[in-house]
């Protein structure tokens, strides 16, 4: 079985003892990972050490099953967990028996699945890039992204504007869609600290527009400014 990274995982203090349970896993040897199911959750747990665990759940695409590795949760602290969201579990809640035939069960279909890419992004569900949108994930803006409905625009900007600081802002056509588009980028409570986000319908954008107070430009003195400027 495959294990996949998710992109904003840390491991800076648990390589190694990551590189095991990873190892492990891809074996199906789920007992040497200490890997146990958090009933009633999707997720599961592996043992890092004695006070930190590896949180994690399985996809699945067409005949492939991949484990996702999510995060790193210190000293038993699942109520902090960014994917439990406050999930109260007690020692009831792990599962004592687990197995790679459990988990390829209990594993969330996906519409697609790089066949060769080891990390995978995360909105409100598990995405994994082709070579063509991780190549633009990967540059720099300003960018104009043109694509047909269906072809992962709205998710391949959601994942680039998480990477943007200061304020930005996301505009769309509708109300709605600008809270649907907030709800996708704050699922599972991302957040950023380093950013200030707003999502708007371009109604609402043009609203927060402000006239300067001065006379009508003519087209005479429109002229005079283009000559100096052009």
Known sequence: MEVLLHAGLDLARFQAKFSKVRAAIERDDFKGADLKKLAPTPY????LDD?????????????RTACLALEIIPHHAYGKSRFLRGAQLDASAILPE???EQARLDAEPLRYLHPGQAVFHLLDKPISFDDAQEAIYRLPPPLILVGSAGSGKTALTLAKLRQ???QVLYVTQSPWLAQSARGIYEAFGYE????EAQFLSYRE?????????????????FQGWFERHR
């Open 44 to 47: 599961w747990r592996a043992k």
């Open 51 to 63: 006070a930190s665990r590896l949180l994690v759940r399985f996809v699945r695409h067409g005949d």
């Open 98 to 100: 687990a197995s790679p």
């Open 164 to 166: 943007a600081q200061g």
């Open 192 to 195: 950023n600290p380093a950013q």
């Open 205 to 221: 954008f043009l609203e927060t527009l402000r006239v300067p107070v001065g006379r009508e430009v003519t087209f005479a003195a």
